[in-house]
């Protein structure tokens, strides 16, 4: 699967993100489905950029998005949809009282804007994406909307009450819908010697990286409305830099290259996420930057062989970006994670295929073909 970066939020400085125009993807977006011809790849994750849809409350422009869904049906291209990713419109935050409500309005229309458009295709959406993160990010580091720093798990109670009614409000419209989370996959663990309150408040730390999806099936805050027909396919966002140890402080990123003991492998991981809830996994979002891109896809497609192998039924593996972008709080620092760059300083935004990678990915894909077809 192809993530074409579609945030569009409010950065640190209060500046709005929006990667579809920063990437020159919607501007570009038949020529990079194009390009996805030489892999083969046929589901792509998008999203409908609410800040953009949604200016003014309750009236929607749905011209871009039905743009996007039909290039993505001339192409014979699967598209997962994101309501919300990271974006909030102007003067919207997850901590006003009519969140919900605008929310499950935008949940509304788009399915049946979508409808209008293709009535057939299954319709596979992501509420809002990775409630984890953005609640930390918004509530905890002060970095995004709402700006605050000791709101952490308020902000995730009402995004997943607005996840949650969005759903149902979708549900409504057309119960053929699919539901994907896309959470991000952590390992967070305790220093060598950490005294056994520091392994304690570690393990915990760890723990809490499944509550928006405990919420979502009903195991958390049942009063939320979650049920585990809700939670339906569990996407995890894995990356590089997901795994810590962070008790007793300092925090240290663990090392994946250099065979950190405490380093847990992807399989390790997803095999847990889907023990716990026994649903179709999705890998959802995967990258590296820069000269390490062979060597990650190289660890993925070994890990995923060992996750299919054990009969866990992964539906999908998704690198995220597909083509560069640049950072959220410096736009003028691209982070070379994708296939596809971006030369520095190029004003026109040409894709230049990262030939190692290409290369890794097509020995990755037809590794694990064999144990698909």
Same mark, same amino acid.
């Given at each position: 699967?192809?993530?074409?970066?579609?945030?569009?939020?409010?950065? #640190?400085?209060?500046?709005?993100?929006?990667?579809?125009? *920063?990437?020159?993807?919607?501007?570009?977006? &038949?020529?990079?489905?194009? &390009?996805?011809?030489?892999?083969?790849?046929?589901?792509?994750?998008?999203?409908?950029?609410?800040?953009?849809?949604?200016?003014?409350?309750?009236? $929607? &422009?749905?011209?871009?998005?039905?743009?996007?869904?039909?290039?993505? *049906?001339?192409?014979?291209?699967?598209?997962?949809?994101?309501?919300?990713?990271?974006?909030?419109?102007?003067?919207?935050?997850?901590?006003?009282?009519?969140? @919900?409500?605008?929310?499950?309005?935008?949940?509304?229309?788009?399915?049946?804007? $979508?409808?209008?458009?293709?009535?057939?295709?299954?319709?596979?959406?992501?509420?809002?994406?990775?409630? @984890?993160?953005?609640?930390?990010?918004?509530?905890?580091?002060?970095? /995004?909307?709402?700006?605050?720093?000791?709101?952490?798990?308020?902000?995730? $109670?009402?995004?997943?009450?607005?996840?949650?009614?969005?759903?149902?409000?979708? *549900?409504?419209?057309?119960?053929?819908?699919? #539901?994907?989370? /896309?959470?991000?996959?952590?390992?967070?663990?305790?220093?060598?010697?950490?005294?056994?309150?520091?392994?304690?408040?570690?393990?915990?730390?760890?723990?809490?990286?499944?509550?928006?999806?405990?919420?979502?099936?009903?195991?958390?805050?049942?009063? =939320?409305?979650?049920?585990?027909?809700?939670?339906?396919?569990?996407?995890?966002?894995?990356?590089?830099?997901?795994?810590?140890?962070?008790?007793?402080?300092?925090?240290?990123?663990?090392?994946?290259?250099?065979?950190?003991?405490?380093?847990? /492998?992807?399989?390790? *991981?997803? /095999?847990?996420?889907?023990?716990?809830?026994?649903?179709?996994?999705?890998?959802?979002?995967?990258?590296?930057?820069?000269?390490?891109?062979?060597?990650?896809?190289?660890?993925?497609?070994?890990?995923?062989?060992?996750? =299919?192998?054990?009969?866990?039924?992964?539906?999908?593996?998704?690198?995220?970006?597909? #083509? &560069?972008?640049?950072?959220?709080?410096?736009?003028?620092?691209?982070?070379?994670?994708?296939?596809?760059?971006?030369?520095?300083?190029?004003?026109?935004?040409?894709?230049?295929?990262?030939?190692? @990678?290409?290369?890794?990915?097509?020995?990755?894909?037809?590794?694990?073909?064999?144990?698909?077809?």
């Amino acid at each position: 699967m192809a993530g074409f970066e579609c945030a569009d939020h409010k950065n #640190i400085s209060h500046h709005r993100v929006d990667y579809g125009i *920063l990437t020159k993807h919607l501007e570009r977006l &038949d020529a990079d489905y194009r &390009d996805l011809d030489q892999f083969k790849m046929r589901t792509v994750r998008e999203g409908i950029r609410w800040s953009q849809v949604e200016k003014t409350p309750y009236e $929607y &422009d749905w011209e871009p998005v039905g743009h996007m869904i039909r290039s993505g *049906l001339a192409h014979h291209i699967q598209q997962l949809w994101d309501i919300c990713h990271f974006g909030f419109p102007d003067n919207l935050s997850p901590l006003d009282p009519e969140f @919900s409500d605008r929310f499950v309005g935008v949940c509304r229309e788009f399915v049946r804007y $979508y409808r209008s458009v293709d009535p057939v295709s299954t319709l596979i959406i992501t509420p809002i994406n990775e409630v @984890s993160f953005i609640s930390w990010l918004g509530g905890d580091a002060g970095h /995004t909307v709402p700006y605050r720093t000791t709101k952490g798990w308020e902000v995730k $109670y009402q995004l997943m009450k607005a996840y949650i009614q969005g759903i149902e409000a979708m *549900l409504a419209e057309d119960p053929t819908i699919r #539901i994907l989370t /896309t959470e991000p996959l952590v390992h967070i663990t305790h220093h060598s010697h950490a005294e056994p309150r520091f392994r304690e408040k570690a393990r915990l730390m760890h723990e809490a990286q499944f509550q928006a999806t405990d919420i979502l099936c009903g195991r958390m805050c049942p009063e =939320l409305g979650g049920c585990p027909e809700y939670l339906d396919l569990v996407g995890f966002n894995f990356y590089y830099n997901n795994q810590w140890a962070k008790e007793p402080p300092p925090h240290e990123t663990l090392d994946w290259k250099n065979t950190d003991e405490r380093w847990r /492998t992807l399989a390790q *991981l997803m /095999t847990a996420g889907y023990e716990r809830y026994l649903r179709p996994v999705v890998l959802t979002e995967t990258s590296h930057p820069k000269e390490d891109r062979p060597l990650w896809i190289e660890m993925l497609a070994v890990e995923c062989r060992k996750i =299919l192998e054990a009969g866990i039924p992964l539906w999908g593996i998704c690198w995220y970006p597909i #083509i &560069d972008r640049p950072d959220w709080d410096h736009i003028h620092d691209w982070h070379h994670a994708g296939i596809w760059d971006r030369q520095a300083n190029d004003e026109f935004f040409h894709r230049t295929l990262h030939a190692p @990678s290409a290369h890794a990915l097509q020995l990755a894909q037809k590794d694990l073909a064999a144990l698909v077809e």
